[in-house]
Every structure is written in C-alpha cells, then in structure tokens.
C-alpha cells in the first residue's frame, strides 16, 4: 500500500468552502478505489493548512483511480467548485509507504501491556 497526503494551503476566509469540498471527497474518493482515511480542515493553529489522506494498493492502482475519478460526476462537480471558488491556494501531494511496522504493544503508565 501506499498513501497519498496531500497538503492544502487554504485562503482562511473560504474555510466553510473547503470543509464543503472535503465532504464531497468523502463520497466521491472510496466510491472510486481509495481509503480514504480523510480530510482535515484547520482547527487550531494554522488556519491555512489542511490535509487529505488516502490509500492506494500501487502506483498503477492510483492511475487507474484517477481515471475513476476524473470521470465521476461529484468528482468533476468538486474539481469545478475548486476552480470556481479559488479557497485552494497550493496543493502539494506526496506518496508514502508505511515503514513503521509491525507495530509494538501499548504500554500504559504503569507499565502493563495493553
């Protein structure tokens, strides 16, 4: 597997727009081939950045979701509102595979295993 973050930078005043945008994505990206493990909009902080997070089997998989994608009515209806609405300033995508595993067993603060 691997996984798709994508980092947004958001016009801060257009926050209700992106949260619209994300929404969408949750119906249109699992019906098209992804987990989506999905979309954060900024909360506390930074109230410019926000995130999207998806996985993938392969390379050859995501090309062939994209295709799903690109021809998925909702998903072309959100790529409009993007350009439309302009609350997407930057997009930087980065694909990760998962290095951390297998993962230990939790330890509570007393030292028992969990």
Known sequence: MITCFI???IDPTK???FED???NWGQAIPRCGADLFGYYAPH???T???YGVYSVENLAAYEAYR???SADPLGRENYAFAMREKFILREDRTFL???STPHGKLIGFEGEHK
């Open 7 to 9: 980092r947004y930078q």
């Open 15 to 17: 926050k209700a727009q």
């Open 21 to 23: 945008y994300a929404r």
């Open 44 to 46: 506390e902080g930074s």
């Open 48 to 50: 410019t950045l926000a």
């Open 67 to 69: 295709a799903r994608l």
């Open 97 to 99: 595979k998962l290095a």
